[in-house]
């Protein structure tokens, strides 16, 4: 079956520090894979995505490489900002079904 | 574009009662789906709709349902609510020209239902 494993938080970052939130997946065919964000009290956000293998998708400073040989798509920033804190869901959707698959989500707090 | 509206945003309902959670989306997308958010949890989903008149459940439908009459609205309704239902619940709306959805999703602020 389709399923998404990330890394469990909470994770507190100093300002400017790097940031990285793994997230491995499962899945049957040829998944796209997603990072959404929510802030507080809003709903998610496409954060970025990568729809092929080897692909890197980017946005706002963060980045991640859609790596089929680990089943991986780890969430990466250089310099985290006290807007970054959120809670950030990596997810997939799969050519086998109409449905999106999320992960539990992991809570970033940025101290200045 | 208002993009994903939902409301309520917050309700509290007794065991029992029963409520319709509206959801409307104004970029024409096709699919529209319901997810609910329980606190430390991923999101599950509950139902979805590829276009109007069709709808399928997703992995928790038990103790909702929802109609797709038309393209922008995709109403969930809850018949007997209870304690279990206490969640935030958010509707979402992509595009695909494909037979299944590998597209962006674009969610709704969420509302906030507590059972008691």
């Known amino acids: 079956g389709n399923s998404v494993t990330q890394m469990e938080g909470p994770v507190t970052l100093s300002e400017e520090a790097f940031l990285t939130i793994n997230c491995t997946y499962t899945a049957t065919g040829y998944p796209s894979l997603f990072w959404y964000v929510q802030y507080p009290g809003e709903g998610l956000q496409l954060l970025l995505k990568?729809?092929?293998?080897?692909d890197k998708g980017s946005n706002k400073g963060f980045e991640a490489t859609y790596r089929k040989e680990t089943t991986s798509f780890h969430l990466e920033k250089g310099s985290v900002q006290v807007s970054d804190s959120a809670v950030y869901f990596c997810?997939?959707?799969?050519?086998?079904?109409?449905?999106?698959?999320f992960g539990t989500g992991t809570s970033l707090t940025v101290i200045p | 574009n208002a993009g994903v509206t939902q409301t309520p945003k917050f309700r509290i309902l007794k065991i029992g009662q029963s409520m319709t959670l509206q959801c409307a989306q104004d970029?024409?997308?096709?699919?529209m789906y319901w997810y609910r958010q329980d606190p430390g949890m991923g999101l599950k989903l509950i139902y979805y709709s590829v276009g109007a008149g069709i709808t399928d459940k997703g992995e928790v439908p038990n103790g909702y349902n929802v109609s797709r009459s038309t393209t922008e609205d995709f109403p969930l309704r809850l018949e007997l609510a209870a304690p279990s239902q206490t969640s935030v619940y958010f509707c979402?709306?992509?595009?695909?020209?494909?037979?299944?959805?590998?597209?962006?999703?674009?969610f709704g602020p969420g509302t906030r239902l507590t059972v008691l």
């Open positions: 979402a709306s992509s595009y695909s020209l494909q037979q299944v959805a590998t597209d962006t999703q674009y």
């Open positions: 997810a997939l959707s799969s050519y086998t079904g109409n449905q999106f698959y």
């Open positions: 970029m024409n997308h096709n699919y």
């Open positions: 990568a729809t092929k293998a080897d």
